[in-house]
């Protein structure tokens, strides 16, 4: 597992969470 895999993942759930609250308000 490389450091790069773990940002793509740490991105994915940050651009998830915005889409959820995104979609909240």
Do not use: C, Q, Y
């Not at 597992?1 to 308000?25: C, G, W, Y």
């Amino acid at each position: 597992m490389t450091p790069r895999s773990m940002e793509h993942i740490d991105f994915t759930s940050v651009e998830k969470n915005l889409e959820r609250r995104r979609a909240k308000k």
